[in-house]
């Protein structure tokens, strides 16, 4: 293992931005297609005002994907929805799925979802100084439940690997809604 | 390994202070005989004022200490000096060498010192949103260079393990002391 020089990023505890930022990956609607239940919504929005920008992951160093590292980000997911399902991420399994993560939020309001292979799902609501923990076995994709950019800062080990091919097959039992006014969680006609 | 419901705590972005909380370890000079350079200061301030709570450490949730869970905490380190050198934690190396840290600044102003076992010393300052990460090898010591209550969060590998008896024998090559009105890394004269 290669020694690392220790080295320090600065979070912006009002949009979740960091600095200085090595690497940004948009997640644009079309990044995301087949993922929220109402295909027809999605469609309408990238023909009628073009390719909506999701969420952001902002990147300080990158890393060495290796045991023992801890890897680190901060996320921004804009406010909106795709027909009534809230904005959110793709979310994923670690390939090695006994690896947990943790959150902290920074700005704003959402939640993590959480789910077993059995269907399982668990929500947890996260707002500023949130530590949400996404314990070995969870797939986890949070939303934004809230009118304001929500973003948060993610810790998780080295060797943990992502498994996004998983929820882009199944999706997630439950999705988040906004029905009379606030967030709820409900059935997810499409689970597979 | 054992399934773990998701859970979250919330962290107080004022004073690092985190609820609902399962353990505090507070950390008095007396805890930390020997590890300041000033052993004549420690003796007079124990005598005098009694014995000064120097840190302490909130835990929300004793999750296991083992491979892929991601442990965390958050740390208040009260202001002070003992002699002329800075409130600092106690410091130590992780069992497993190569296990990295990340620390997220809460609230006050510190910086984190770091060293290789051949003495090498490198020192992170550290405030609100500052993420500053502890690679592999590297032991991690806090200290808060302001006058108010240093806080942050810590974010570490369930398998790394503590060492504190390498340092409590050796010490920090560098200790951060008050100076001039500033702080400042100068050589440590008991560090063997």
């Avoid at 948060?152 to 988040?176: C, L, N």
Wanted: with cysteine.
């Amino acid at each position: 293992m290669a020694l690392i020089e220790p080295f320090a990023t600065q979070l912006d505890l009002q949009t979740g931005k960091l600095s200085p930022v090595t690497r940004i990956v948009q997640r644009r609607l079309s990044d995301m297609r087949g993922m929220y239940a109402d295909t027809q919504a999605e469609n309408q929005i990238i023909a009628q005002e073009g390719d909506r920008l999701i969420y952001e992951v902002y990147t300080a160093t990158e890393l060495p994907e290796e045991e023992g590292q801890v890897l680190h980000c901060t996320t921004i997911i804009y406010p909106g929805k795709v027909g009534d399902e809230l904005h959110m991420t793709k979310g994923h399994y670690h390939a090695k799925r006994d690896r947990g993560e943790v959150y902290v939020g920074l700005s704003g309001e959402g939640c993590v979802l959480l789910q077993l292979e059995d269907g399982t799902v668990r929500s947890v609501p996260m707002g500023p100084g949130t530590a949400a923990y996404v314990p070995p076995y969870w797939a986890h994709r949070t939303v934004n439940t809230g009118s304001a950019p929500f973003s948060f800062f993610s810790a998780w080990p080295g060797d943990a690997g992502h498994d996004y091919a998983t929820i882009e097959r199944v999706g997630f039992a439950k999705i988040m809604v906004w029905r009379d006014g606030k967030a709820v969680l409900v059935d997810n006609p499409r689970y597979k």
